[in-house]
């Protein structure tokens, strides 16, 4: 059973602080990418990666930066968080030459 | 620039009533187009996709989806709706089939016994 996992599915974290959130895919997908989630706004990437130490900008990059230092695992990080970054953060991949994206459960995080 | 539209955020139909939801592409050529549903607490489930060929696709969970490009849309059908179907529903489209996928706003579906 394939699986994309996210290390926590509820955060909670103070202003400023750097938050790092985790998500690792057993099926060697070349692919992987952040989204957030949010009321009436759907699904916004944030950051993608097709490859291992490669990093794309998505639509709303501000603020966030990623590490992808193994296939496997793709990592977001809120450099410093505010409270307008309190949201639903939904990691993704998909193999080349597939388009299927495999989501995880998603990790609700909020900045207080 | 590329974008999705799902004119509905909220509907709410009866048990074993049929269903469709809406979804408007804005794009110069035939995207890859998708369906996913989330339960609450989940993430995303792919429900069905379109890439080429016969316009009227089957998915998961009996729910089917036609390709109309005329009206660039791509909406989503089930003839009798199940309770379990009370969910959030996204549209998505891809450049191609490697590309990322950008996601419509999302239609959350009630459904009443």
């Known amino acids: 059973d394939v699986k994309v996992t996210q290390s926590s599915r509820y955060l909670v974290k103070r202003t400023g602080e750097k938050v790092f959130l985790e998500c690792v895919q057993d099926m060697d997908h070349e692919n992987m990418f952040w989204y957030r989630q949010d009321p009436g706004l759907g699904l916004r990437l944030i950051y993608f990666?097709?490859?291992?130490?490669?990093?794309e900008k998505g639509d709303i990059p501000e603020g966030y930066s990623v590490s992808r230092e193994k296939k496997e695992r793709f990592s977001l990080i809120l450099e410093s968080a505010s409270t307008n970054q309190t949201s639903m953060y939904l990691c993704a991949s998909t193999s080349t030459g597939n388009t299927e994206a495999f989501f995880g459960q998603g990790t609700r995080l909020t900045v207080v | 620039a590329q974008s999705v539209t799902q004119p509905d955020i909220h509907i709410t139909v009866s048990e074993g009533a049929s269903l469709e939801l809406r979804c408007n592409y804005s794009y110069g050529a035939t995207p890859y187009l998708f369906w996913y549903v989330q339960s609450p607490g989940q993430g995303l489930q792919l429900l069905l996709k379109?890439?080429?060929?016969?316009?009227l696709v089957q998915g998961i969970k009996g729910f089917e989806a036609e390709f109309k490009r005329s009206q660039s849309s791509f909406n989503l059908r089930k003839p009798s709706v199940h309770w379990s179907d009370a969910a959030e529903y996204f549209c998505?489209?891809?450049?191609?089939?490697?590309?990322?996928?950008?996601f419509g706003t999302g239609t959350r579906l009630q459904v009443f016994p």
């Open positions: 998505a489209v891809a450049l191609t089939n490697t590309d990322k996928l950008i």
């Open positions: 379109y890439f080429s060929g016969d316009t």
């Open positions: 990666s097709y490859d291992v130490k490669m990093k």
